[in-house]
């Protein structure tokens, strides 16, 4: 396989973008967090725009702006991750057709409900016909479209590839995660959410894309080394799961330089990244991103931003930090996240 | 290319419960469409290919407690995957198994069962994240304590055919040295609700490739293989070789199938490409075939455009198990290698009058011939269009 | 211009999600689709719900939908011959 390179990048949040740079993060005080509203009129035609959903408007924006940041017109591919997928459209179907008792339905909202809606609009908007697939599982769903981005650069021919991780809230689904405690019972704002110690979480919608290439160029960003799936794994084994993964690409875990973590604020589960911040990285800049962006099924997205940004920009954000260790010139990031004790997911970039 | 090898599958359908029962009824020509019996709903009008097993009595022959949490599209999966472990030769899955699954839409027989009892009654609570394909993908993982790379695919109806193809790519790159690809899918009032909206589901059985085809007939199933690296064959039976696969986008709309096709003539032609072979090395194509005006005009269109005047043997099998969405994929590699492993072509059921437009006739009656090489083609909505090739072990 | 050609706008912009748009921008003969107001295939799957819900008229061939559906004066002139309610 070719080295991989991130070359363009684009992320849509509860935060605003500068957030990374030090400005004042917004603050929340409920439970489920929405993502900033863009202009998406400017890049999107309002007769497409009209039907989309906010995972859907999200991911073309941020596709765009990622392709365009690196200069590429089509992708010769389009991988998509998303956990839940449209669920906004999947509740209006759903709740129509219960409602009527499967009386007289309109089709709009049950042509959108499809898992691969994002990609399927994507590759219309850029009349885009290469290879196209839509990863659904948990906390994993985004990663599983960067071992399929591992495949597809295999191939000599594919130069550049689109993928992106995105999940969307909705009334009625989302509410029903309060119900069987995912979402926390109290309501708690978002950056207090580290100093949380009782079980769910906060949830909210975000999207973000990245053209990677095989070529490196001048703007690139940071490497994309290697990604690792585990279903399930026990807490005393993630230590040796992630050395293990590690070693794989020749690297030790005292060669890493910032952790990024999915810390959540779940203390059922927050003890995974408890084992490694106390253990292996403990001398190392450790990092969470949920206490401004949240929690959803591709929210470790979000966090290859970071890691992109922080790779090319030499900079670890102050908002993000968990530990007060720095690290002048960071050239490897590990991002660890998985969601209920499961769908572990290990990312590994580099600097250039 | 000598392909990937194929050592284990298992399924679950209309038309039986097994392989066995499978084969049997695809070579007496036997479908298994009826009015639904056991998806309640006020359609009942409206044909379907189900399985005539309740989820209690799957529950039973899997031997799950009575608590469980499984999701029909789980209950169906374990119940073909059982099978695929019994015929590979392991006692249990070796550590390390991978597990990829296609379905379109998941545990949501569960969504519009329980959508609403959660507020009130905590214990349907345990089927919220149902709704998500990941959750039915993790039960099935659970039951077989696959706990290494387990992802879902969801491509509508390419999803397990995107699956196959995946794991035949993780095997060649190395990164699995063996793994579990195929799909699964229920009976839901949710699609076929939704189908019924677009006016495509038919009231009949449905006419693949017939002029007068007046849309498809909804299915489920379950359909699995076990695909492993060339070093642990040895002295294994192979049942054939994924040799070659492709995934291509319409881009044409969100739902139909664009007039000349694209989508599916470039799949196909990087399945060929990859398998290293020309058309006139394909013995007999597997389609797509649902029984929709759009699709089936498509991908003859796809398919003269490949293959010019000397399109080989083609039938659908979707006559036999209605269409099985994310599943049909893997139900129809597995009856792509069931060809291969017996010699035999079955038939694409109902088929009277060809097309207008391209007056093609499909296989009407099951042919006895060795094949080597078949096509089978899987498309679905978004686009997204997925080509296989399955080869004989030589 | 007649209550049922307005009433038909609004449900039109209401049912296809045409959120910038005002009765007034909507002329009785402009075609729905392609140069027209730009309308798709999914539109027109709509519009024959819309049909049978608010008119009672059921069209059991989708293909019907292509001449009806051509401009509002098309749609009011089928509503008039064909309502049930």
């Given at each position: 396989?070719?080295?991989?390179?991130?070359?363009?990048?684009?992320?849509?949040?509860?935060?605003?973008?500068?957030?990374?740079?030090?400005?004042?993060?917004?603050?929340?005080?409920?439970?489920?967090?929405?993502?900033?509203d863009?202009?998406?009129?400017s890049?999107?035609?309002?007769?497409?725009?009209?039907?989309?959903?906010?995972?859907?408007?999200?991911?073309?924006?941020?596709?765009?702006?990622?392709?365009?940041?690196?200069?590429?017109?089509?992708?010769?591919?389009?991988?998509?991750?998303?956990g839940?997928?449209?669920?906004?459209d999947?509740?209006?179907?759903m709740g129509?057709?219960?409602?009527?008792?499967?009386?007289?339905?309109?089709?709009?909202?049950?042509?959108?409900?499809?898992?691969?809606?994002?990609?399927?609009?994507?590759?219309?908007?850029?009349?885009?016909?290469?290879?196209?697939?839509?990863?659904?599982?948990?906390?994993?769903?985004?990663?599983?479209?960067?071992?399929d981005?591992?495949?597809?650069?295999?191939?000599p021919?594919?130069?550049?590839?689109?993928?992106g991780?995105?999940?969307?809230?909705?009334?009625?689904?989302?509410?029903?995660q309060?119900?069987?405690?995912?979402?926390?019972?109290?309501?708690i704002?978002?950056?207090?959410?580290?100093?949380?110690?009782?079980?769910g979480?906060?949830?909210?919608?975000?999207?973000?894309?990245?053209?990677?290439?095989?070529?490196?160029?001048?703007?690139?960003?940071?490497e994309?080394?290697?990604?690792?799936?585990?279903?399930s794994?026990?807490?005393s084994?993630?230590?040796?799961?992630?050395?293990?993964?590690?070693k794989?690409?020749?690297?030790?875990?005292?060669?890493?330089?910032?952790?990024?973590?999915g810390?959540?604020?779940?203390?059922?589960?927050?003890?995974?990244?408890?084992?490694i911040?106390?253990?292996?990285?403990?001398?190392?800049?450790?990092?969470?991103?949920?206490?401004?962006?949240?929690?959803?099924?591709?929210?470790?997205?979000?966090?290859?931003?970071?890691?992109?940004?922080?790779?090319?920009?030499?900079?670890?954000?102050?908002?993000?930090?968990?530990?007060?260790?720095?690290?002048?010139?960071?050239?490897?990031?590990?991002?660890?996240?998985?969601?209920?004790?499961?769908?572990?997911?290990?990312i590994?970039?580099?600097?250039? | 290319?000598?392909?990937?090898?194929?050592?284990?599958?298992?399924?679950?359908?209309a038309?039986?419960?097994?392989?066995?029962?499978?084969?049997?009824?695809?070579?007496?020509?036997?479908?298994?469409?009826?009015?639904?019996?056991?998806?309640?709903t006020?359609?009942?009008?409206?044909?379907?290919?189900?399985?005539?097993l309740?989820?209690?009595?799957?529950a039973?022959?899997?031997?799950?407690p009575?608590?469980?949490?499984?999701t029909?599209?789980?209950l169906?999966?374990?119940?073909?995957?059982?099978?695929?472990?019994?015929?590979?030769g392991?006692?249990?899955?070796?550590?390390?198994?991978?597990?990829?699954?296609?379905?379109?839409i998941?545990?949501?027989?569960?969504?519009?069962?329980?959508?609403?009892?959660?507020s009130?009654?905590?214990?349907?609570?345990?089927?919220?994240?149902?709704?998500?394909?990941?959750?039915?993908t993790?039960?099935i993982?659970?039951y077989?304590?696959?706990?290494?790379?387990?992802?879902?695919i969801?491509?509508?109806c390419?999803?397990?055919?995107?699956?196959?193809?995946?794991?035949?790519?993780?095997?060649?790159?190395?990164?699995?040295?063996?793994?579990?690809?195929?799909?699964?899918?229920?009976?839901?009032?949710?699609?076929?609700?939704?189908?019924?909206s677009?006016?495509?589901?038919?009231?009949?059985k449905?006419?693949?490739?017939d002029?007068?085809r007046?849309?498809?007939?909804?299915?489920?199933a379950?359909?699995?293989?076990?695909l492993?690296?060339?070093?642990?064959?040895?002295?294994?039976?192979?049942?054939?070789?994924?040799?070659?696969?492709?995934?291509?986008?319409?881009?044409?709309?969100?739902?139909?199938?664009?007039?000349?096709?694209?989508?599916?003539?470039?799949?196909?032609?990087?399945?060929?490409?990859?398998?290293g072979?020309?058309?006139s090395?394909?013995?007999?194509?597997?389609?797509?075939?649902?029984?929709?005006?759009?699709?089936d005009?498509?991908?003859?269109?796809?398919?003269?455009?490949?293959?010019?005047?000397?399109?080989?043997?083609?039938s659908?099998?979707?006559?036999?198990?209605?269409?099985?969405?994310?599943?049909?994929?893997?139900v129809?590699?597995?009856?792509?290698?069931?060809?291969?492993?017996?010699?035999?072509?079955?038939?694409?059921?109902?088929?009277?009058?060809?097309?207008?437009?391209?007056?093609?006739?499909?296989?009407?009656?099951i042919?006895?011939?060795?094949?080597?090489?078949?096509?089978?083609?899987?498309?679905?909505?978004?686009?997204?269009?997925?080509?296989?090739?399955?080869?004989?072990?030589? | 211009?007649?209550?049922?050609?307005?009433?038909?706008?609004?449900?039109?912009?209401?049912?296809?999600?045409?959120?910038?748009?005002?009765v007034?921008?909507?002329?009785?003969?402009?075609?729905?689709?392609?140069?027209?107001?730009?309308l798709?295939?999914?539109?027109?799957?709509?519009?024959?719900?819309?049909?049978?819900?608010?008119y009672?008229?059921?069209?059991?061939?989708?293909?019907?939908?292509?001449?009806?559906?051509n401009?509002?004066?098309?749609i009011?002139?089928?509503?008039?011959?064909?309502?049930?309610?």
């Amino acid at each position: 396989m070719s080295r991989v390179y991130i070359n363009g990048i684009s992320s849509i949040s509860p935060q605003p973008e500068r957030v990374f740079e030090g400005l004042e993060p917004h603050v929340s005080k409920e439970n489920i967090l929405h993502a900033v509203d863009l202009n998406y009129k400017s890049v999107i035609k309002p007769i497409m725009l009209r039907r989309m959903s906010k995972a859907v408007k999200m991911s073309l924006y941020c596709s765009k702006m990622a392709l365009k940041d690196a200069n590429v017109q089509i992708p010769d591919a389009i991988l998509v991750g998303t956990g839940q997928g449209c669920m906004q459209d999947t509740e209006k179907f759903m709740g129509n057709m219960l409602d009527s008792e499967e009386g007289l339905l309109s089709p709009t909202s049950f042509i959108q409900s499809t898992h691969n809606t994002v990609g399927g609009q994507i590759a219309l908007d850029l009349n885009c016909t290469g290879h196209n697939l839509t990863f659904t599982q948990n906390s994993v769903s985004f990663e599983s479209a960067l071992i399929d981005t591992q495949l597809q650069f295999e191939d000599p021919d594919v130069e550049n590839i689109l993928v992106g991780g995105v999940d969307e809230t909705s009334e009625k689904f989302t509410g029903f995660q309060t119900l069987d405690g995912q979402i926390k019972k109290e309501k708690i704002r978002n950056i207090n959410l580290y100093n949380s110690n009782t079980p769910g979480t906060i949830i909210s919608e975000s999207a973000a894309f990245f053209t990677l290439g095989s070529e490196k160029k001048s703007t690139s960003y940071a490497e994309f080394i290697d990604v690792g799936i585990f279903n399930s794994i026990d807490v005393s084994d993630i230590s040796s799961k992630i050395q293990k993964f590690l070693k794989r690409n020749g690297v030790s875990f005292e060669d890493i330089d910032v952790v990024i973590l999915g810390r959540n604020g779940d203390h059922r589960f927050d003890k995974y990244y408890d084992e490694i911040q106390n253990g292996i990285f403990s001398g190392k800049s450790q990092l969470g991103f949920k206490h401004m962006v949240g929690e959803n099924n591709a929210v470790s997205s979000y966090a290859f931003w970071m890691g992109a940004k922080i790779l090319k920009e030499k900079k670890i954000p102050e908002n993000f930090k968990l530990n007060t260790l720095n690290c002048d010139v960071p050239q490897k990031i590990l991002i660890y996240n998985q969601y209920l004790g499961r769908n572990h997911g290990f990312i590994l970039l580099q600097s250039l | 290319m000598k392909g990937v090898a194929v050592t284990g599958m298992g399924i679950i359908s209309a038309i039986g419960r097994n392989l066995n029962e499978n084969h049997l009824s695809l070579k007496n020509a036997k479908n298994g469409i009826t009015n639904p019996e056991i998806l309640s709903t006020q359609h009942s009008h409206l044909p379907v290919g189900e399985i005539k097993l309740s989820n209690a009595e799957l529950a039973t022959i899997l031997n799950l407690p009575e608590n469980h949490s499984y999701t029909r599209s789980a209950l169906l999966a374990v119940h073909s995957v059982k099978e695929l472990l019994e015929n590979s030769g392991y006692d249990q899955f070796p550590e390390g198994t991978g597990f990829i699954s296609g379905t379109s839409i998941g545990g949501i027989d569960k969504t519009e069962q329980h959508f609403y009892d959660y507020s009130e009654n905590p214990e349907y609570r345990k089927y919220i994240q149902a709704q998500h394909p990941g959750f039915t993908t993790e039960k099935i993982a659970e039951y077989f304590g696959l706990n290494g790379f387990v992802t879902t695919i969801s491509t509508a109806c390419s999803s397990s055919a995107n699956a196959i193809m995946m794991g035949a790519q993780m095997i060649q790159s190395g990164k699995l040295k063996r793994v579990i690809v195929g799909g699964s899918d229920c009976l839901t009032k949710f699609t076929l609700n939704g189908f019924n909206s677009l006016k495509i589901l038919s009231e009949e059985k449905s006419l693949p490739f017939d002029d007068d085809r007046a849309g498809l007939n909804l299915g489920e199933a379950a359909g699995y293989l076990l695909l492993e690296a060339e070093e642990y064959t040895s002295g294994r039976s192979v049942l054939g070789r994924v040799s070659g696969y492709g995934n291509a986008n319409d881009a044409f709309h969100q739902t139909a199938s664009s007039e000349n096709g694209e989508g599916a003539f470039k799949a196909i032609s990087k399945a060929l490409n990859k398998a290293g072979l020309s058309g006139s090395d394909i013995n007999f194509i597997n389609a797509h075939g649902t029984g929709t005006r759009n699709n089936d005009l498509s991908e003859s269109v796809a398919l003269q455009r490949i293959f010019g005047k000397n399109i080989p043997a083609f039938s659908s099998t979707k006559g036999f198990t209605g269409h099985t969405l994310g599943a049909a994929g893997a139900v129809e590699a597995i009856f792509s290698l069931l060809s291969i492993q017996y010699g035999e072509i079955y038939p694409n059921l109902n088929f009277k009058t060809s097309m207008k437009e391209t007056g093609l006739d499909p296989v009407t009656s099951i042919q006895n011939k060795e094949i080597n090489t078949i096509l089978s083609n899987s498309f679905g909505f978004g686009g997204n269009c997925t080509s296989l090739i399955f080869k004989k072990d030589e | 211009m007649s209550d049922l050609h307005t009433e038909l706008k609004k449900s039109i912009i209401e049912q296809l999600n045409l959120e910038d748009m005002e009765v007034s921008d909507i002329e009785n003969d402009e075609h729905l689709f392609g140069d027209g107001l730009g309308l798709d295939s999914i539109d027109a799957l709509e519009l024959i719900v819309l049909l049978e819900k608010d008119y009672g008229i059921k069209l059991t061939d989708p293909n019907q939908g292509k001449e009806i559906f051509n401009s509002v004066n098309t749609i009011a002139d089928f509503i008039e011959k064909n309502r049930a309610k």
